[in-house]
């Protein structure tokens, strides 16, 4: 905590607003209307605030640093907190107006238990005693009868703090595995990370991009598929600083957005066809023979050689016993060594891929009879499906771009490709992402300093002990039972209904959901509505009363960020985990969900478990040898509020072409590729194992379900919101009062629409009322709806009920985007 010497009439005024707000606990309270407010005096003394150290925890992907100014035990205000970089010193209007949610009339105050209808919202209030016991009774009955695993975890992204669920070694994890119970996916945001997966390996401290003071360092920057403006804003000041510089900022998108609005070329493209672009790219640069040979040659898999059967060619055909390596940790058994053969130019013989000093990447004849092709010929086979001419039709980009695209990427180098989440949510949209990856492979735009591409997203793999969430022990050393299963979103209510899962038997019984909002975020709503009725006991911990909380058999209250101990260190905007002190004590009855974790375990036999508080709980997280090596330490935490974590000064993502894969090279190939989810769905592997791309469900033009439903709608990330939170901050409200549709003017013109209008959209899922905005950044036949509202702020229906559940043969991904509709006027 700090002092602050401040004074000022403004501040002053708005205190006297905040203080109604929790006195009367009136929403209207909080609304900046001068009526609202007293008449206050231009202060004579100088008034202090106290400063406590905070960050914003929800899935916006900021993590921004907070300054909460608290004035006689309330907080007043918040403002931006200083990094030790100052150039990540940022605060959105939802960091600013933090301190209505804090106040908010929709707080959850007290325990409640359900008395009407599921979703009617009526209950009555009860004790934390009662709480307790009635869910750990009802508990400990469901787990006398069907075991644990009926039991399941219900989380997603709604806080990243440590202490709290979704944050790296978090308590909720933790809480899954020492009750043995199972888990629900998200299946959220999956397919770039499917795609990036199968050319880059697993994930890296940070995934794919560059930090962002690197960007200055690129000739070309490209936003595909993203729109920083909104869902990235604190780092977009990173990108125009370049632009400044001379970089060249080129979007390709199908919607002229607000990022698009900067750039020097925007790329309008056809939804869901980025593959065909990024392969028809790819095609004129290999055919032109245009790669980055060394990097193509030393630096990706295309040397490796496929034969007939679609495996690599590995020295045991060339009859070279296996040899063993170390001991799989897990299992105990040896690594079996079969080296991968290529063809090496200078040997001008068949070596093991280590050995070799130029392995040729083209036309290999046969090895020893075996007749084989190399990953680049396979992959050029591929793309060259995909000629400028026929990709131009298909994705909307004309022949000429194409070609000038091509052009960028091999001689306006470093590229940074930036890709976001815009391409992902659609069934095809890991077979967009993979060819979208590999032009940056193939021309050597990764690596290296204002080169990358991927989304912004960090995973502090090195410096984070995630065996205290997933393998538990006790005070004594005993480990944990362990979770159970995990089940994929869509499978849910099959489980409910039918008690398989797949072929495999299943029980859910009851739920206990936190963090996560399903009612509004989730595919399907009707669907989703149709679950939340039909799990026998559901429990719902949460900061508001939710469209979810509705649904509850028990309601717990969730202290507020700003008043409780945490550490988050999902920040993918800047490289620091930021710490999170409490600045006042948990309002009304509301309880931490650390604490609420901690009775419960108690009440259930395990508090063994759980005997620690906040500080040595992080503590225990960052015991681990990256940790020590980067100083993090709770302690520092607290005195510096944020710590760096990632290596380096500028990190430099995949630095000198070392990727994750066991090659350590980019891969365009891959022998097997193993299914997120499996319910016993037919698979057509050859879809999966190289570049490809096949049109998407409803979002395609051509798909027949568009001359019933001929507008294919998409969801927008809101400026004012995060997912479904800050819904209850008058201030933003201003901004983004009702939901609206955006509709191209002619559409508009030709449906009878004017600006204003309500207009009704449909399909066979479901229907929504909402007010008509006509907007040239829309091309014909594509619509846009902020994402973000509860059922109550349509006119009629939900939007979230338009969306479809259905997944790609492979990736488990919801596909929010994916959806055609129908628009009338209302
Ligand atoms: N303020 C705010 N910020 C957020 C969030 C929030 O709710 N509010 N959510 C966070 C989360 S979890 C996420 S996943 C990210 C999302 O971050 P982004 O991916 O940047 O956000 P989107 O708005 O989903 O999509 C980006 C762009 O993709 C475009 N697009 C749609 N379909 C296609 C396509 O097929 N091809 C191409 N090339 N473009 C397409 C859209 O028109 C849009 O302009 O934002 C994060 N940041
Ligand atoms: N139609 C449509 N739906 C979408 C999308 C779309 O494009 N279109 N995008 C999707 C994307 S990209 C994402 S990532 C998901 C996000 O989906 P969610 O992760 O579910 O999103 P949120 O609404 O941010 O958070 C969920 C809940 O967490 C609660 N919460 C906040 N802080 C705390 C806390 O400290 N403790 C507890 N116990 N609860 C807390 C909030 O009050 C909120 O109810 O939404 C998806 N939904
Ligand atoms: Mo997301």
């Not at 602050?4 to 905040?18: D, N, P, Q, V, W």
């Amino acid at each position: 905590m700090q002092d602050e010497k401040t004074h000022g009439l403004t501040r002053r005024s708005f205190i006297k607003g905040a203080a109604t707000l929790t006195a009367a606990g009136a929403l209207v309270g909080c609304s900046p209307k001068a009526e609202n407010l007293e008449e206050v005096k231009e202060p004579e003394a100088v008034v202090s605030d106290e400063i406590y150290t905070g960050v914003c925890r929800s899935n916006c992907f900021g993590g921004c640093l907070l300054n909460v100014h608290v004035r006689d035990g309330q907080v007043v205000r918040t403002s931006a907190g200083d990094f030790p970089n100052p150039e990540y010193n940022r605060i959105c209007s939802k960091g600013l107006t933090q301190v209505a949610r804090v106040y908010s009339a929709d707080r959850l105050q007290y325990p409640m238990r359900r008395t009407g209808e599921r979703g009617a919202g009526e209950f009555e209030r009860i004790t934390w005693d009662e709480a307790l016991d009635e869910i750990t009774d009802k508990w400990k009955a469901i787990i006398d009868q069907y075991g644990p695993n009926a039991i399941a975890t219900w989380m997603n992204s709604g806080n990243f703090g440590t202490c709290t669920g979704g944050g790296f070694a978090g308590i909720m994890p933790r809480f899954g595995a020492v009750m043995g119970f199972s888990s629900i996916k998200g299946d959220i945001d999956a397919a770039q990370g499917f795609a990036a997966t199968k050319i880059y390996g697993g994930m890296s401290e940070a995934q794919a991009n560059n930090e962002p003071t690197d960007y200055v360092n690129s000739k070309t920057f490209i936003n595909w598929a993203s729109n920083p403006t909104i869902s990235q804003p604190q780092i977009v000041h990173f990108m125009l600083d370049a632009k400044e510089n001379g970089t060249k900022l080129i979007v390709i998108d199908p919607v002229y957005n607000a990022t698009a609005a900067k750039a020097d070329w925007y790329i309008p493209i056809n939804p869901a066809t980025d593959g065909v672009l990024a392969m028809a790219i790819l095609n004129e640069i290999m055919v032109a023979g245009d790669e980055d040979q060394e990097f193509v040659r030393s630096h990706t898999e295309a040397p490796l050689l496929i034969k007939e059967d679609g495996m690599f060619l590995r020295m045991s055909d060339l009859g070279v016993e296996p040899t063993e390596g170390d001991a799989d940790p897990l299992t105990g058994k040896p690594a079996v060594i079969d080296p991968y053969v290529v063809w090496d130019e200078e040997s001008g013989g068949a070596v093991a891929l280590e050995e070799a000093k130029a392995p040729s990447y083209k036309e290999v004849a046969p090895i020893e009879g075996i007749a084989v092709q190399t990953v680049w010929d396979n992959a050029a086979e591929k793309v060259a499906a995909w000629s400028a001419e026929v990709a131009s039709p298909v994705c909307g980009v004309s022949v000429d771009d194409i070609k000038e695209l091509a052009r960028i990427y091999v001689e306006e180098g470093p590229v940074n490709t930036y890709v976001q989440l815009g391409a992902d949510h659609y069934i095809n949209g890991h077979y967009n992402y993979w060819p979208m990856y590999a032009i940056s492979a193939a021309t050597g735009n990764i690596g290296k300093p204002g080169a990358a591409c991927g989304p912004i997203c960090v995973l502090p793999n090195n410096c984070i002990d995630f065996m205290v969430s997933v393998a538990p022990t006790d005070t004594a050393g005993n480990p944990a039972q362990g979770a159970g299963p995990s089940y994929n979103a869509n499978s849910v209510l099959g489980i409910v209904d039918t008690g398989k899962f797949g072929d495999q038997d299943a029980v859910i019984k009851g739920v206990y959901i936190a963090t996560t909002n399903p009612a509004t975020v989730w595919a399907d709503h009707g669907k989703t509505v149709d679950l939340l009725n039909k799990i026998e006991f559901i429990v719902v911990a949460d900061v508001t009363m939710t469209e979810t909380a509705m649904y509850a058999d028990v309601l717990l209250p969730v202290a507020h960020w700003f008043e409780v101990t945490d550490m988050h260190t999902n920040c993918h905007t800047h490289p620091y985990f930021v710490w999170q002190e409490k600045a006042i004590e948990p309002q009304f009855e509301s309880k931490s969900d650390f604490e609420i974790f901690k009775l419960l375990a108690e009440k259930m036999g395990y508090g063994d478990f759980f005997d620690f508080n906040e500080e040595e709980f992080i503590a225990m997280g960052l015991d681990n040898d990256g940790a020590k090596a980067l100083g993090l330490t709770v302690d520092r935490l607290k005195e510096e509020r944020a710590v760096r974590f990632m290596p380096g000064e500028t990190y430099i993502s995949f630095e000198g072409g070392k990727f994750l894969t066991a090659t350590g090279r980019a891969s365009f190939y891959k022998e097997s590729v193993a299914p997120a989810y499996n319910v016993g769905q037919d698979i057509d592997f050859s879809k999966e194992t190289c570049l490809y791309w096949e049109p998407t469900l409803e979002a395609d033009k051509s798909s027949a379900v568009r001359a019933q439903y001929p507008f294919h709608c998409i969801s927008e990330h809101m400026r004012t919101r995060t997912h479904s939170q800050w819904y209850d901050v008058d201030y933003l409200r201003e901004f983004d009062p009702e939901p609206i549709v955006r509709i191209n003017p002619d559409d508009a013109a030709e449906l009878g629409i004017v600006e204003g209008d309500t207009v009704r959209m449909y399909n066979d899922r479901g229907s929504v009322v909402m007010k008509a905005t006509v907007n040239a950044g829309y091309p014909r036949g594509i619509v846009g709806s902020p994402r973000s509202y509860r059922e109550k702020e349509f006119i009629e229906g939900h939007f979230a009920s338009l969306s479809t559940n259905q997944y790609n043969q492979v990736c488990a991904n919801q596909a929010f985007n994916d959806v055609a509709v129908a628009i009338e006027k209302a």
